[in-house]
């Protein structure tokens, strides 16, 4: 038992040291015959969920393509690029600001070869870029290895050439020469910097990543939609009225509060049933997809101007009258259970011209997740929070009394609703804009235009705008004028984002910054050194802790911890005057002078990149390859906290720097 409970230690000992290396994607390589000729190099991988590969030739600025590159290339030659075959997802990424092509599940990659004659050599490594929501990887290399005797020359049938596959991230075809005699790395100090500090590290804990509480944040987001919702006038009036039948159909009042419970549950399964559809029609990735596409965004800006419009009055979307007739009629005509339903879907019918831009809105906010079942979860929230008045009313009939009057103040809603959708309509304005490259929704002109929005909203609120169907001497309430209080604070708020300040609140709205014309903010952070050796040469001398960046200029997530995290003053104060900020890109593509061979994991690996040899280090030293991947350390390479990855938690992250301060100056 004892051996047992040691063997079992022991091996959550290794899975500690090893968790933070991950391998989402498995490459193989096959060596596939067409012609006496022609032969195909075929890359197949396998990716884990959540994570996807990018394809090839995407363009400077962008993520990592996937190429193939050869060492060593005899007896054949190259037939046109790598080609990508399967099903690609291609969409607009706002970050890099450019369209991208990637594969979920499993990605396959083609290089065509002609064999010129005679005994051929093949080697090299297939080259790609993977990425999930909060990391990405270094580029990897998957090796292949193949020789034999050409057909041409030996009409030889039994040649098998054999590969040696490992994992890696590909981009379109380069050939490079053959390389010199590969060098080992030196450590020129007498301090071996490159030493493993992995159990150190582990010993102080890992910084967890934000969790994923998407699937509560869209149940909320929902349950919103739904309150809003039932505050229309379309929904409001009609749930005394409905309430009172239940009640009064019925001399049993148990069975009254049960066909109120029956009603309230009907509208619930209508909803979660659209939203299944809606996943079950396109599919969970074709939704993710169509959100990120320009002509949908395009498409779905045109759409709330509709909503909007009408729900500041100038007309009203409804469905076709016949289609409410034929089901309140059934209804009628009907009992028990079916009955209910049919007029629970009476309801949903006869409210659509308040309820329908709202669902509208939320179905395509949450249908980018990807997720199968988040259309279905935000329905949910949003019919729990439509049926549970119908059902808490039938069980506390006394409430109908204080229960408010129709009014204007539903107007109110309807009217707020619609400023809310015009400027949401905005941000999907600006990814067509982007894509397409038209230039007319820069920063500073997006801001400029909620700037005014959120004023206007302000002014009404207060009474200074009138719609048509507004009352015309409705007093201003208190919770009125506080509303209109912080629309017109946020709208000042933004001010200062004409000139180039950051806006934390709105940078997952707003293009991004490069697209400002006009900037004066300058409080950012830049790296002292990307050379780790002579950062930590420049530390020992001055007496300064470290702290190391490993990141690359595929990384989305780097860029996002830049822009929201390291813009803020406390952090940007904290990174420049007390650290040696060292930045490694791990994508960086400069060769090294000369290759180098290292053995990791009793295999031979060759760095041939500058950034091959940051990742190298990333994983001899910190037992980690995703990044953002942060590590503070002293002078001498030992870990002075925890590790940090992808967060936004900005007083998480001010936390981690003064620790590691703190634990320097100790």
Same mark, same amino acid.
């Given at each position: 038992?004892?051996?047992?409970?040691?063997?079992?230690?022991?091996?959550?000992?290794?899975?500690?040291?090893?968790?933070?290396?991950?391998?989402?994607?498995?490459?193989?390589?096959?060596?596939?015959?067409?012609?006496?000729?022609?032969?195909?190099?075929?890359?197949?991988?396998?990716?884990?969920?959540?994570?996807?590969?990018?394809?090839?030739?995407?363009?400077?600025?962008?993520?990592?393509?996937?190429?193939?590159?050869?060492?060593?290339?005899?007896?054949?030659?190259?037939?046109?690029?790598?080609?990508?075959?399967?099903?690609?997802?291609?969409?607009?990424?706002?970050?890099?600001?450019?369209?991208?092509?990637?594969?979920?599940?499993?990605?396959?990659?083609?290089?065509?070869?002609?064999?010129?004659?005679?005994?051929?050599?093949?080697?090299?490594?297939?080259?790609?870029?993977?990425?999930?929501?909060?990391?990405?990887?270094?580029?990897?290399?998957?090796?292949?290895?193949?020789?034999?005797?050409?057909?041409?020359?030996?009409?030889?049938?039994?040649?098998?050439?054999?590969?040696?596959?490992?994992?890696?991230?590909?981009?379109?075809?380069?050939?490079?020469?053959?390389?010199?005699?590969?060098?080992?790395?030196?450590?020129?100090?007498?301090?071996?910097?490159?030493?493993?500090?992995?159990?150190?590290?582990?010993?102080?804990?890992?910084?967890?990543?934000?969790?994923?509480?998407?699937?509560?944040?869209?149940?909320?987001?929902?349950?919103?939609?739904?309150?809003?919702?039932?505050?229309?006038?379309?929904?409001?009036?009609?749930?005394?009225?409905?309430?009172?039948?239940?009640?009064?159909?019925?001399?049993?009042?148990?069975?009254?509060?049960?066909?109120?419970?029956?009603?309230?549950?009907?509208?619930?399964?209508?909803?979660?049933?659209?939203?299944?559809?809606?996943?079950?029609?396109?599919?969970?990735?074709?939704?993710?997809?169509?959100?990120?596409?320009?002509?949908?965004?395009?498409?779905?800006?045109?759409?709330?101007?509709?909503?909007?419009?009408?729900?500041?009055?100038?007309?009203?979307?409804?469905?076709?009258?016949?289609?409410?007739?034929?089901?309140?009629?059934?209804?009628?005509?009907?009992?028990?259970?079916?009955?209910?339903?049919?007029?629970?879907?009476?309801?949903?019918?006869?409210?659509?011209?308040?309820?329908?831009?709202?669902?509208?809105?939320?179905?395509?906010?949450?249908?980018?997740?990807?997720?199968?079942?988040?259309?279905?979860?935000?329905?949910?929230?949003?019919?729990?929070?439509?049926?549970?008045?119908?059902?808490?009313?039938?069980?506390?009939?006394?409430?109908?009394?204080?229960?408010?009057?129709?009014?204007?103040?539903?107007?109110?809603?309807?009217?707020?609703?619609?400023?809310?959708?015009?400027?949401?309509?905005?941000?999907?304005?600006?990814?067509?804009?982007?894509?397409?490259?038209?230039?007319?929704?820069?920063?500073?002109?997006?801001?400029?235009?909620?700037?005014?929005?959120?004023?206007?909203?302000?002014?009404?609120?207060?009474? #200074?705008?009138?719609?048509?169907?507004?009352?015309?001497?409705?007093?201003?309430?208190?919770?009125?004028?506080?509303?209109?209080?912080?629309?017109?604070?946020?709208? /000042?708020?933004?001010?200062?984002?004409?000139?180039?300040?950051?806006? #934390?609140?709105?940078?997952?709205?707003?293009?991004?910054?490069?697209?400002?014309?006009?900037?004066?903010?300058?409080?950012?952070?830049?790296?002292?050194?990307?050379?780790?050796?002579?950062?930590?040469?420049?530390?020992?001398?001055?007496?300064?802790?470290?702290?190391?960046?490993?990141?690359?200029?595929?990384?989305?997530?780097?860029?996002?911890?830049?822009?929201?995290?390291?813009?803020?003053?406390?952090?940007?104060?904290?990174?420049?005057?007390?650290?040696?900020?060292?930045?490694?890109?791990?994508?960086?593509?400069?060769?090294?002078?000369?290759?180098?061979?290292?053995?990791?994991?009793?295999?031979?690996?060759?760095?041939?990149?500058?950034?091959?040899?940051?990742?190298?280090?990333?994983?001899?030293?910190?037992?980690?390859?995703?990044?953002?991947?942060? /590590?503070?350390?002293?002078?001498?390479?030992?870990?002075?906290? #925890?590790?940090?990855?992808?967060?936004?938690?900005?007083?998480?992250?001010?936390?981690?720097?003064?620790?590691?301060?703190?634990?320097?100056?100790?």
């Amino acid at each position: 038992m004892k051996k047992i409970v040691a063997f079992l230690m022991v091996s959550l000992w290794v899975l500690a040291l090893h968790a933070q290396i991950q391998e989402p994607v498995k490459f193989k390589t096959e060596w596939k015959k067409v012609s006496d000729t022609e032969v195909e190099l075929v890359f197949t991988g396998s990716i884990e969920p959540g994570w996807h590969v990018y394809s090839t030739d995407l363009g400077d600025g962008g993520p990592i393509s996937a190429t193939f590159n050869t060492d060593r290339l005899t007896g054949a030659e190259l037939v046109g690029k790598l080609q990508p075959v399967g099903k690609e997802i291609s969409s607009f990424d706002k970050l890099f600001e450019m369209q991208v092509r990637y594969f979920e599940h499993t990605a396959q990659f083609i290089q065509k070869l002609k064999l010129t004659g005679g005994a051929y050599e093949v080697t090299g490594y297939l080259e790609y870029g993977a990425c999930n929501d909060e990391n990405c990887l270094p580029p990897t290399q998957v090796e292949f290895s193949y020789q034999g005797q050409g057909e041409a020359s030996s009409p030889s049938k039994s040649d098998e050439a054999t590969a040696k596959p490992s994992e890696a991230h590909a981009d379109s075809t380069r050939v490079i020469g053959s390389a010199d005699a590969p060098t080992s790395i030196q450590v020129s100090s007498d301090v071996d910097w490159w030493a493993p500090v992995i159990n150190e590290l582990n010993a102080l804990g890992e910084t967890v990543s934000q969790k994923d509480m998407s699937w509560i944040y869209i149940f909320g987001a929902g349950f919103l939609g739904g309150l809003l919702a039932l505050f229309t006038p379309c929904v409001w009036p009609i749930i005394p009225m409905t309430v009172s039948f239940f009640l009064k159909r019925s001399k049993d009042k148990k069975k009254g509060i049960r066909d109120a419970w029956t009603y309230g549950a009907s509208i619930v399964v209508i909803y979660v049933t659209l939203g299944l559809a809606i996943t079950l029609i396109f599919g969970a990735s074709a939704l993710n997809a169509l959100s990120t596409n320009a002509l949908f965004n395009l498409f779905f800006f045109l759409m709330l101007v509709v909503f909007a419009a009408s729900f500041f009055g100038a007309f009203e979307i409804t469905l076709p009258s016949r289609w409410s007739n034929a089901v309140d009629s059934k209804a009628e005509s009907t009992t028990g259970l079916l009955s209910i339903f049919l007029m629970a879907f009476t309801l949903s019918l006869v409210s659509f011209s308040c309820t329908g831009p709202i669902i509208g809105f939320l179905l395509v906010e949450v249908s980018t997740t990807g997720s199968v079942v988040a259309p279905a979860i935000g329905m949910l929230g949003f019919a729990l929070a439509l049926a549970l008045p119908f059902t808490l009313f039938a069980l506390f009939p006394s409430w109908l009394k204080s229960m408010p009057k129709s009014g204007g103040w539903m107007n109110l809603i309807k009217v707020t609703l619609g400023f809310l959708e015009l400027a949401f309509a905005l941000k999907f304005l600006s990814v067509a804009d982007l894509a397409y490259g038209w230039h007319i929704l820069d920063r500073e002109t997006f801001l400029a235009l909620w700037i005014v929005l959120f004023a206007l909203l302000g002014f009404y609120l207060l009474g #200074k705008i009138k719609f048509p169907h507004d009352d015309d001497h409705t007093k201003v309430s208190v919770p009125r004028f506080f509303l209109a209080l912080a629309s017109l604070a946020f709208a /000042v708020y933004m001010v200062p984002g004409l000139w180039g300040a950051p806006l #934390k609140a709105v940078s997952a709205f707003a293009p991004p910054l490069q697209t400002q014309d006009f900037n004066l903010y300058n409080n950012e952070v830049h790296a002292q050194f990307d050379d780790y050796d002579a950062g930590m040469k420049y530390a020992r001398e001055h007496g300064k802790p470290v702290m190391l960046d490993f990141t690359g200029y595929g990384c989305v997530n780097c860029r996002k911890m830049e822009l929201a995290v390291w813009t803020d003053t406390k952090v940007s104060d904290l990174i420049n005057n007390e650290y040696v900020l060292i930045t490694l890109y791990v994508d960086e593509k400069t060769k090294l002078p000369q290759p180098i061979k290292v053995m990791e994991n009793g295999r031979e690996r060759t760095l041939r990149t500058v950034g091959d040899k940051w990742s190298y280090l990333q994983r001899v030293k910190f037992g980690a390859n995703a990044q953002p991947f942060y /590590v503070l350390i002293d002078n001498e390479g030992k870990p002075l906290n #925890k590790s940090y990855s992808y967060d936004e938690d900005i007083d998480k992250y001010i936390d981690f720097l003064r620790t590691g301060l703190e634990n320097y100056q100790k």
